[in-house]
């Protein structure tokens, strides 16, 4: 079974420096992608960044980046030059794709609670 | 283009009632999945349906359920409400079915009391 592992419940970070967010993983599936998902106070989850298993390259959109070690099954998300508006909960998620269609859901790590200092 | 829209976005039953949430998805796509979130559990995947169909069910009691419509709006339904379905249930949508990243909703807030 796929199991996501989130051991920061909560995180604080300096306006402008970088984050790093922890997130390990275990799967049996050579096949499978890491999300992460920001969720606000509002309760929207918002996609921020997936990578597949396969990628050669870590995964980067716009401020966050991807950091994938694979052997090690971690998929840690660095956020850079942290804003006031990145305070929010943070969802490492995977999704396994060689199994059949019935057993490929998203699942979701416990989340980091993220608070940016002025 | 309009994201996932979900009603109502707040809701207070009693124990014993009964619930229907409603999901919109995005335009064009097909799959809708819903979880429940909880302090306690965490998200927790619900159903996912593809084409009017249900293709993936998590482990929760058949008080839960589902359905999707030709336009792909999904409703989902909890019967003999419970003090611990209080929860945020989140509905998401894909273009393909489990497959790809979920586009969310800002969810739907229920509170039994």
């Known amino acids: 079974a796929q199991k996501i592992t989130q051991t920061q419940p909560g995180m604080f970070v300096q306006e402008k420096e970088a984050v790093t967010l922890d997130c390990t993983y275990d799967?049996?599936?050579?096949?499978?992608?890491l999300f992460w998902y920001k969720q606000p106070s509002s309760g929207e989850m918002i996609f921020l960044i997936y990578?597949?298993?396969?990628?050669?390259q870590n995964a980067t959109e716009g401020r966050y980046s991807l950091n994938f070690q694979k052997a090690r099954k971690s998929a840690n998300l660095v956020i850079s030059a942290s804003q006031l508006g990145d305070s929010a909960m943070y969802f490492c998620?995977?999704?396994?794709?060689?199994?059949?269609?019935?057993?490929?859901?998203?699942?979701f790590g416990s989340g980091t609670q993220l608070t940016v200092l002025p | 283009k309009a994201g996932v829209t979900q009603t109502p976005r707040y809701l207070i039953k009693t124990r014993g009632q009964q619930v229907t949430l409603s999901c919109s998805p995005i335009?064009?796509?097909?799959?809708v999945s819903w979880y429940q979130q909880t302090p306690g559990q965490g998200l927790q995947f619900l159903f996912e349906?593809?084409?009017?169909?249900?293709?993936n069910k998590g482990n929760f009691p058949g008080r839960f359920s589902g359905r999707q419509f030709s336009n792909s709006r999904s409703e989902m339904n909890v019967s003999t409400l419970e003090l611990g379905d209080s929860a945020l249930y989140l509905c998401?949508?894909?273009?393909?079915?489990?497959?790809?990243?979920?586009?969310f909703g800002e969810g739907s807030r229920l509170t039994v009391l």
């Open positions: 998401a949508s894909s273009f393909a079915l489990a497959a790809g990243e979920l586009f």
């Open positions: 799967t049996s599936d050579p096949s499978y992608g």
């Open positions: 335009s064009g796509h097909r799959s």
């Open positions: 998620a995977m999704r396994e794709t060689r199994r059949p269609g019935s057993a490929r859901q998203l699942t």
């Open positions: 990578q597949g298993s396969y990628d050669q």
């Open positions: 349906y593809f084409s009017e169909t249900q293709r």
